[in-house]
């Protein structure tokens, strides 16, 4: 087993430059065409710009990070078939041009959520949160979802209620934009009327339908990408639990049992999030690893921890609720003999030292995946050295 170390880079308007990533040590560049809208073909001449723009700079395209799905296939409503026949032409474009893994996700509406993108962590650094009561208070009073139908207490809906008060306009604004507004990967931006639309759109939407709405959609792109020779490895959710009533149906083991025998393909795999999957206490990441290692392609490794209301914010990347060192030495020690590659990324990172000052994209600062990396490869090669040892 060999760990290949990947960056995410956001294309030519990131802040941070290929020439600068290739000092970190990485090898790999995970990315994606984000001028692109979702349906929209992926040619080989525009993959060709993309790839020789990091080849240029002696690193290599190891992952595209995402083709978007459309929302219409998720619903399977309007053109989702144009759209499902326009992803299978981009997979083959991407294999025509050698970039043999996509990941990908199948979430409703709204990529990852944060409420706090730079929530103060007590060391002076900072990082991103999930707050479930500030979510609680955007969902009812400022997106006006009805209290009925939903799962909150009492207890919860008072205390949003009181955080909602002490809340001036700007705070409310920012929280919105934090929510709707698009986090990094995202492909979507919202308004509050056109979410309020958006979200109603899937009320007739529940997990069982969206599982068969995904089914659909794999048993007609994983045939493409066996004859491609395309790792496909969707994204579990994030978070990973119901919000705003949207269907959420790759949150945990069981979700991801059903997913790989639904088409029990070799290119239907995962994307080892330790952080999404980290968020819930019933999750046991290590035996994910154990019983479903042949099929994840790709890695996210970063750590959340979690607190009791069910909030999270992102820890130190060794740190934090998410086993990330347990995952580590279960993914050497299981696939010990083997021969496989997989990329791996130091996934979001805290803004630390000069990066506090400068600018970058929510979760993506230099310093703080740098930071990551480092850790993150010295774990490795401390437990290759115990297994050899062994």
């Not at 479930?132 to 979802?145: D, G, K, V």
């Not at 979507?188 to 109603?200: H, I, N, P, S």
């Amino acid at each position: 087993m060999n760990l290949e170390y990947t960056w995410r880079w956001f294309g030519p308007n990131d802040p941070i430059t290929l020439d600068t990533i290739k000092q970190t040590g990485a090898t790999g560049i995970v990315s994606s065409l984000h001028h692109k809208k979702p349906g929209e073909v992926w040619s080989v001449e525009e993959i060709n710009t993309h790839k020789k723009m990091i080849e240029a700079n002696g690193l290599k395209w190891s992952v595209v990070e995402s083709i978007p799905v459309h929302e219409d296939i998720k619903k399977q409503s309007d053109r989702w078939k144009e759209w499902i026949e326009n992803y299978k032409e981009s997979i083959e474009n991407l294999a025509s041009c050698n970039i043999k893994t996509v990941c990908y996700n199948f979430m409703p509406v709204l990529d990852w959520t944060r409420t706090d993108l730079e929530f103060p962590l007590g060391d002076g650094t900072t990082g991103l949160r999930f707050d479930q009561i500030a979510f609680i208070a955007f969902e009812l009073y400022l997106l006006e979802r009805n209290k009925t139908g939903n799962n909150y207490s009492k207890k919860q809906i008072e205390e949003a209620h009181t955080y909602f008060e002490s809340l001036d306009d700007q705070q409310k604004k920012q929280l919105t934009n934090n929510i709707i507004a698009g986090l990094p990967g995202g492909h979507e931006e919202y308004g509050l009327d056109d979410f309020k639309a958006t979200l109603q759109e899937y009320q007739s939407i529940d997990e069982n339908l969206l599982r068969k709405h995904l089914a659909h959609f794999l048993k007609e792109i994983v045939p493409v990408a066996e004859f491609n020779k395309v790792k496909l490895c969707i994204h579990p959710d994030d978070p990973p639990y119901t919000i705003l009533g949207l269907p959420r149906i790759l949150s945990t083991e069981k979700d991801v049992k059903w997913l790989l025998s639904t088409i029990d393909s070799f290119y239907n795999g995962l994307t080892f999030c330790t952080g999404s999957f980290g968020v819930r206490a019933d999750n046991d990441l290590p035996g994910i690893v154990k019983r479903f290692g042949e099929r994840i392609h790709f890695l996210h490794l970063r750590s959340v921890q979690r607190e009791s209301d069910g909030s999270f914010y992102e820890a130190d990347h060794l740190g934090g609720s998410s086993r990330v060192a347990e995952v580590m030495h279960s993914l050497l020690s299981t696939f010990k003999s083997s021969n496989r590659i997989i990329p791996v990324r130091p996934d979001h990172g805290h803004k630390m030292m000069d990066d506090l000052n400068k600018k970058s994209n929510p979760g993506y600062s230099y310093i703080g995946r740098l930071d990551g990396l480092a850790k993150l490869k010295g774990l490795e090669k401390g437990i290759q050295f115990s297994l050899k040892a062994d």
